[in-house]
T-cell receptor, first 116, second 116 residues
């Protein structure tokens, strides 16, 4: 069975601070994908990033960066220079590398509040 | 790309009544997913269609739930004899189903169901 744990429930930062959201996952699959989604107050889940399990290179995309460590089953997400518009619930998710089905297992989410 | 559309946005019903939700995926997407999200939790997978074929159903989907995608375009999710425990946000998502595996899901705004 797959499981995603987001131990942090709520984080509050002041604008322009950097913030890291933690994610730990469990899976028996040898290949899999990891995702981060954002859910603003409007309710629509918005895709942010995706990483496959066979590429541990960490990347930066604009203000977003992620740290994937297979040895510790962690997939942490960092927002640099946070902005008020970043306030949302952030979900880490996991899917098997099936090539056919993008069924996701989500964590419980982290509520991020960015204060002006 | 007009996005995934769900109707209605909100539904209030009395216990024991039947309700039906509709999802219109992104037009060129042949995979469609239903998820359920309760307060403070991440979305949970319910079922998945590839074109008109329902390929997977979660154990969360009791006999009172039925989903259809008759022509491989829009989908409906019906709940019969609603119970208070059915109160949740019902999310629909779609993905291309061709090309790269595990392509990100595109979510709609959801239908919030309240059973009184």
């Amino acid at each position: 069975a797959q499981k995603v744990t987001q131990a942090q429930t709520e984080i509050s930062v002041v604008e322009k601070e950097d913030v890291t959201l933690d994610c730990v996952y469990e899976t028996r699959d040898t290949t899999y994908y990891l995702f981060w989604y954002k859910q603003p107050p409007s309710g629509e889940l918005v895709f942010l990033i995706r990483r496959n399990s066979f590429d541990e290179q960490n990347e930066i995309s604009g203000r977003y960066s992620w740290n994937f460590q297979k040895s510790t089953s962690s997939f942490n997400f960092t927002i640099t220079a946070s902005q008020v518009v970043d306030s949302a619930v952030y979900f880490c998710a996991l899917s098997s590398y099936t090539g056919a089905n993008s069924k996701l297992t989500f964590g419980k989410g982290i509520t991020l509040s960015v204060r002006p | 790309d007009t996005g995934v559309s769900q109707n209605p946005r909100h539904k209030i019903t009395k216990r024991g009544q039947n309700v039906t939700f509709r999802c219109d995926p992104i037009s060129e997407h042949n995979r469609l997913y239903w998820y359920r999200q309760t307060l403070g939790q991440g979305p949970e997978f319910l079922t998945y269609f590839q074109n008109e074929a329902q390929l997977e159903k979660s154990r969360l989907l009791s006999d009172r739930f039925s989903a259809e995608r008759p022509k491989g375009s829009f989908s409906t999710l019906e709940i019969q004899r609603t119970e208070q425990g059915d109160s949740a946000m019902y999310l629909c998502a779609s993905s291309p189903g061709r090309g790269e595996p595990n392509s990100p899901l595109h979510f709609g705004n959801g239908t919030r169901l309240t059973v009184t």
